[in-house]
C-alpha cells in the first residue's frame, strides 16, 4: 500500500514506487497537469531527500511518438509529490504520460486539452462526483465511470474523510483521528490504493475542488469544524490538511500563493479557477469553503452545523456574511461580466452544496441548515442578482456534500416561487458516502418548489453532456455500493434546451 514515511530516497527502487497511480488535471486549450506521488517505502533510503523522475507525454499508448519529456525532482518535504506543468501542447486532443523512476515505469495515464477559447466544439462530456467515505462501502462508481466517454471528472469535495476507524463490515480507514501532515498524508495514500479510483483518475483529467473533509467536518474559514476531536492548533492543522491536498492532486503550483511555507502562516491556497472549452463552456470551480463566515445559531452555541429555524436567528439575513468571502465573489463578478461569458453557451459552476433553499418543514414555519447556502443567504442573494444583473447566458450549478441527488431551478428571488428562472442546478449524491435518511423526498420538493427532483436512497454520480443546442443529464447510480460487483444504471435523465432554462424529463 502506498502509505507515507519520513524516508529520504533515491532514485534506485527496491519496490514499485507508483503504487499511488498517476492523474491529470487543471486543463487549459494549451497546458495540463501530471501527477504521481512517489512511494518512499519503495524508494531506497538516502541523505539528500529527493529521487529524480523522467516523464514523457506521447500521441500514442506505446510511446512511439513522444511529444515531450523531461526530468523532475520528487522531494521529501512535499510528500515525495509531483506537479508537471507541460506547456506548449496541441489544443483539442488526446494524449497518453507516464513516469520513469529507476527502473520502475508507471501506469499510463491518458489526458487531453481542452479547445481554444475561439473554437467552436461540438460537444463536452464531463461527469460530476463528491464524497467518498472509505468505510461507507466501496469505490466501483469509479469503475462504472470509465465507460461514460468523459472529457473530464468535476470533483466537487470531500475526497477524504477524516475520522477514525469504525466498526464497518466493508472496509475501515486505518490510522485514527487525521490531525497531522502525516495523517492526511496516509489517509490520502489509502484512499489512493484503491484500483478503481486510480483507474479513473488515469482514464482522463479532472477538475478539482474541496469541501470541509479535506480538513475537518464543518470548518468554516479559519474556524475550526465540530467538536469531535480537533487538534491543538487549528490554523497548523489546517495548513497541514491543505499542504496534504496540493501533494496529491493535479494542481498548478500557482494555487500555493506563498509557496508551502506560506500555509503555515495562514497564506490562502487560492483553488477557485476558471477554463474554458471552447465557446461551448467556461467552467469555473469555486471555493465555499475556505473564506466562508462561520455558521450562525447552531444549537448549544457549537461551531459547526445544525439545522435550525431562521425565524429565531437574527444573524440569518445579515447582508455582510459571504460563503465565497469578499475576493472570490468579485473575482466571480468580474467573470460573469466579461465578454467571454456573454459569447460562451454555458456558463458553468462547480460548487460544494446544494444552491436552492431547502425548507426541512412541512408548514408556514421553516428550518433550514446553517451550513450550506441557506445559511448564506444574502451571498446567494448576491449571486443570483449578479447573474440576473450580467445577463449571463445558460447558467448550471453543479453541487455535492448533501449525499442526495436534487435537480432544480436557480430563480432570481427565491423568496418570490413565480420569479423568473434564470439558471439550473444539479446537486449530485455521493460516491459512497451514506445519507441522512432514504425516506421519500417528494414531501419535500413540494415544500421547494424550485425543486423539481430529489432523491436520497442511491449512491452514484451525474454526467452531463453540453452541446451547442441542449444539456442533457443522467443521473448514475449504483444498486449497492457496498458490494463490489454493484450494476449501475440511469436512476433519471434530464434535459435543458439552450436559451430555456427549464428542466425536462428526457
Not at 258 to 282: C, D, K, N, P, T
Not at 379 to 401: C, E, W
Amino acid at each position: 500500500m502506498c502509505l507515507p514515511r519520513s524516508a529520504l530516497s533515491q532514485a534506485r527502487t527496491l519496490l514499485y514506487p507508483f503504487a499511488c497511480g498517476v492523474a491529470s488535471g487543471s486543463p487549459t486549450h494549451e497546458s495540463v497537469v501530471l501527477w504521481t506521488r512517489l512511494d518512499p517505502m519503495a524508494l531506497r533510503i538516502a541523505v539528500d531527500g529527493y529521487a529524480t523522475v523522467q516523464w514523457e507525454v506521447a500521441h500514442d499508448d506505446a510511446f512511439q511518438h513522444i511529444v515531450q519529456s523531461g526530468s523532475s525532482q520528487a522531494v521529501s518535504h512535499l510528500g515525495f509529490s509531483l506537479h508537471i506543468e507541460v506547456p506548449n501542447l496541441a489544443s483539442d486532443r488526446w494524449y497518453f504520460y507516464r513516469f520513469m523512476v529507476g527502473d520502475a515505469v508507471s501506469p499510463v495515464g491518458r489526458t487531453r486539452t481542452f479547445p481554444h477559447p475561439d473554437a467552436a466544439p461540438k460537444r463536452l462530456r464531463l461527469a460530476y462526483a463528491s464524497c467518498q467515505k472509505w468505510e461507507d462501502g466501496y469505490f466501483s462508481a469509479w469503475s462504472h465511470m470509465q465507460s461514460e466517454n468523459l472529457d473530464a471528472v468535476l470533483f466537487l469535495g470531500d475526497y477524504i474523510y477524516e475520522y477514525p476507524g469504525t466498526g464497518s463490515r466493508f472496509r475501515s480507514p486505518t490510522g485514527g483521528w487525521v490531525l497531522t501532515l502525516e495523517n492526511y498524508r496516509a489517509r490520502y495514500a489509502l484512499y489512493k490504493s484503491d484500483p478503481d479510483l486510480q483507474a479513473m483518475h488515469a482514464a482522463c483529467p479532472w477538475l478539482m475542488t474541496w469541501d470541509d473533509h479535506e480538513v475537518q467536518n464543518d470548518y468554516a474559514g479559519t474556524q475550526a469544524g465540530d467538536g469531535f476531536v480537533s487538534a491543538p492548533d487549528f490554523s497548523q492543522r489546517r495548513a497541514a490538511a491543505y499542504q496534504a491536498y496540493y501533494e496529491n492532486m493535479p494542481l498548478r503550483s500557482s494555487v500555493l500563493t506563498q509557496a508551502i511555507a506560506g500555509l503555515s502562516q495562514g497564506a490562502e491556497m487560492r483553488i477557485y479557477s476558471q477554463v474554458r472549452f471552447g465557446r461551448l463552456a467556461a467552467l469555473r470551480l469555486l471555493d465555499a469553503r475556505q473564506y466562508k463566515d462561520p455558521q450562525v445559531c447552531s444549537l448549544n452555541g457549537k461551531t459547526g452545523s445544525s439545522s435550525i429555524r431562521p425565524d429565531s436567528c437574527p444573524d440569518w439575513q445579515d447582508p455582510k456574511r459571504s460563503k465565497l468571502g469578499a475576493q472570490q465573489e468579485r473575482w466571480l463578478n468580474t467573470a460573469l461580466d466579461s465578454p467571454s461569458a456573454k459569447y460562451t453557451t454555458w456558463n458553468v459552476l462547480g460548487q460544494q452544496s446544494l444552491f436552492g433553499p431547502r425548507d426541512f418543514s412541512i408548514g408556514p414555519s421553516q428550518k433550514m441548515w446553517n451550513d450550506g447556502w441557506d445559511g448564506y443567504n444574502a451571498a446567494r442573494i448576491r449571486l443570483t442578482d449578479a447573474l440576473t444583473k450580467y445577463a449571463t447566458p445558460n447558467p448550471v450549478i453543479f453541487g455535492g456534500d448533501v449525499h442526495e441527488n436534487w435537480v432544480g431551478h436557480v430563480l432570481s428571488d427565491y423568496s418570490n416561487s413565480k420569479s423568473k428562472k434564470i439558471g439550473v442546478e444539479f446537486c449530485g449524491t455521493s460516491i459512497t458516502s451514506k445519507s441522512g435518511s432514504t425516506e421519500s423526498l417528494l414531501p419535500l420538493v413540494q415544500e421547494n418548489p424550485h425543486f423539481v427532483f430529489a432523491e436520497s436512497r442511491y449512491r452514484g454520480y451525474g454526467v452531463a453532456e453540453f452541446t451547442p443546442e441542449r444539456l442533457s443529464v443522467n443521473l448514475r447510480v449504483l444498486d449497492d455500493v457496498q458490494r463490489k460487483d454493484s450494476t449501475v444504471r440511469t436512476l433519471a435523465a434530464f434535459v435543458v434546451e439552450t436559451g430555456q432554462p427549464e428542466v425536462l424529463k428526457a
